[in-house]
């Protein structure tokens, strides 16, 4: 790794690349069944207590409100929401669940970062080979505001990783870094075509909520 530090390689390139083969490994061999039960956490059964919540309220049917990390967003109204775990940088998540393993999940990762002008001064193109190298392939890259607050992202497949076909967005507000991540697992293209204007709908409904996003 050239730019980023240890602490969010690790992340990028760890948590969020490994989350989709965690998500499935309980049910690898069972191929008729879906992945995660609709109404089961998956992520909590290795745990009898169920973790502490973030201080996360709704104001709408759909639309979250992070009072720690200081974001709003609004997650499709027939997706699944769910906390994090305690050990899991991820501030929140939905989920939505498609028969033969299929689904699709919305991560909203939040990391501290030492020095934010280090991650603004990569291309997009250079995130995504900081963070994958060649364990997946770049589909599409740039950079766009959400809202008002300037984003990087880089569209990706991860044929290895079940298949999955995944969009990241990156934005930074008061010294952290903001991963806005859609993935879409086992379906293929098609399923992710499907899915895709729900993830980005999502993703750009993200907001700060103290002032502007910045660099």
């Known amino acids: ?19 989709p083969e965690i998500l499935l490994r309980r049910n690898v061999d069972q191929k008729l069944r879906e992945i995660i039960p609709p109404k ?10 169920k973790p502490a919540q973030r201080p996360v309220t709704s104001n709408s049917a759909s639309r979250y409100e992070d009072k720690e990390n200081g974001f709003s967003i609004e997650f499709p109204p ?6 994090a775990l305690s050990n899991e940088p991820i501030a929140i998540k939905a989920v939505r669940y498609g028969s033969d393993n299929r689904f699709a999940a919305i991560n909203i990762y939040v990391q501290e970062a030492d020095d934010i002008a280090v991650f ?3 291309t997009p193109k250079e995130w995504f080979e900081d963070s994958f190298g060649d364990e997946a392939t770049l589909i599409a890259s740039g950079r766009e505001k959400i809202g008002p607050s300037d984003a990087m992202w880089f569209e990706m497949h991860a044929p290895k990783q079940n298949g999955a076909y995944s969009v990241a967005y990156g934005v930074t507000s008061n010294g952290k870094i903001f991963l806005l991540y859609g993935t879409a697992v086992v379906g293929g293209e098609a399923w992710y ?11 750009r409904s993200f907001r700060f909520l103290r002032g502007d996003g910045v660099k």
Do not use: G
């Open 40 to 49: 089961k956490d998956s992520l909590d059964t290795n745990s009898k207590t």
């Open 1 to 19: 790794m050239r730019r980023w530090s240890p602490i969010i390689f690790a992340v990028v390139a760890v948590l969020l690349f490994r989350l």
């Open 193 to 203: 075509r499907e899915n895709k204007p729900h993830l980005l709908r999502a993703i």
């Open 120 to 122: 603004w001064r990569m």
């Open 78 to 83: 027939d997706w699944t929401i769910k906390h």
